[in-house]
């Protein structure tokens, strides 16, 4: 139990660091055509660490709404 914690915590921070770059490049920019790759990878494995705990914990609402934002996430920044 406590290594969904760690999991789950470690998912958020990823998630939090990830707004890092998107930042610094709005500040140097003023525009947000280019998104920065590790700002993608980043909520990616965010996001595929929160639907693997979710899978595993048996909340199967909770990796859907996941799995979309996995879905969209991916399908969005691919194309």
Same mark, same amino acid.
């Given at each position: 139990?406590?290594?969904?914690?760690?999991?789950?915590? $470690?998912? %958020?921070?990823?998630?939090? @660091?990830?707004?890092?770059?998107?930042?610094?490049?709005?500040?140097?920019?003023?525009?947000? /055509?280019?998104?920065? %790759?590790?700002?993608?990878?980043? /909520?990616?494995? $965010?996001?595929? @660490?929160?639907?693997?705990?979710?899978? /595993?914990?048996? %909340? %199967?609402?909770?990796?859907?709404?996941? $799995?979309?934002?996995?879905?969209?996430?991916?399908?969005? /920044?691919?194309?």
């Amino acid at each position: 139990m406590f290594s969904y914690y760690t999991a789950i915590l $470690s998912a %958020y921070i990823l998630k939090s @660091i990830a707004g890092i770059p998107l930042l610094n490049e709005l500040m140097r920019k003023r525009e947000t /055509n280019n998104i920065p %790759y590790s700002f993608i990878i980043l /909520n990616l494995c $965010s996001a595929f @660490i929160l639907f693997l705990v979710s899978m /595993n914990s048996g %909340y %199967y609402i909770h990796s859907l709404v996941f $799995s979309v934002f996995f879905y969209c996430l991916f399908f969005y /920044n691919a194309f």
